[in-house]
């Protein structure tokens, strides 16, 4: 089955520019989705179609997709950017499904 | 403004079955893709299956043996069983709406599994 592979952490200092990466077979042919998730809560969807970002999701959050690998990038990174974030596509390639990676801990010096 | 609110027992024992309803509030349960997914403490999220208005379903594979959605329109919710359960079932679970991306999130229920 496909598989999503995501780095456990990424830290970086505040004002900096954070990027999670998800790597996948050839994702550059799908469509890869980001969420957000604060401890305690539900996660919350910050990117979708590889790039395209929900209504009230800051424009620091941006994303790409190409080849082998998406990447979520958040600029000017603030103290409340430090959470857990996801990436997920749905594979048709079989029973059609939703996947997820493993998710990364971003931490916000 | 379109709200999810999920409901269900909260503690099983081994080998019981899991029963969870999710409501739409404020939007309807029709033309939308209605998907589940469960955390377990400490891990990842995982996809368990998804509903449509018209009751068709797909599940995750390592899964499918066990869970059954159902949805009713006339009620706006949608329900998940899974029979079976293990230590291993223990998660906060969650409904959500959409596909491919999953736009709107219930509040999560905690699910623990102990004898």
């Known amino acids: 089955s496909y598989v999503l592979t995501q780095p456990p952490s990424v830290s970086v200092a505040p004002g900096k520019t954070a990027r999670i990466t998800c790597g996948g077979d050839?994702?550059?042919?799908?469509?890869v989705h980001w969420y957000q998730q604060e401890p305690g809560q539900a996660p919350v969807l910050v990117i979708y179609y590889d790039s395209d970002r929900p209504s009230g999701i800051p424009e620091r959050f941006s994303g790409s997709n190409s080849g082998n690998t998406a990447t979520l990038t958040i600029s000017r990174v603030e103290a409340g950017d430090e959470a857990d974030y996801y990436c997920q596509v749905w594979d048709h390639s079989s029973d059609s499904h939703a996947i997820f990676g493993g998710g990364t801990k971003l931490t916000v010096l | 403004q379109v709200q999810l609110q999920q409901w269900g027992t909260g503690l099983l024992k081994p080998s019981e079955t899991l029963s969870l309803t999710c409501a739409v509030y404020g939007g309807s349960f029709s033309g939308y893709y209605w998907s589940w997914i469960r955390q377990p403490p400490g891990k990842g999220l995982e996809w368990i299956g998804v509903?449509?208005?018209?009751?068709?379903?797909n599940y995750n594979p390592s899964l499918k043996s066990r869970v059954s959605l159902s949805g009713d329109t006339s009620k706006n919710h949608f329900s998940l069983k899974l029979t079976s359960v293990t230590a291993a079932d223990t998660a906060v679970y969650y409904c959500?709406?959409?596909?491919?991306?999953?736009?709107?999130w219930g509040q999560g229920t905690v699910v623990t599994v102990s004898s």
């Open positions: 509903i449509t208005d018209s009751g068709s379903t």
């Open positions: 050839n994702i550059g042919d799908k469509s």
């Open positions: 959500a709406r959409g596909r491919p991306a999953l736009i709107l």
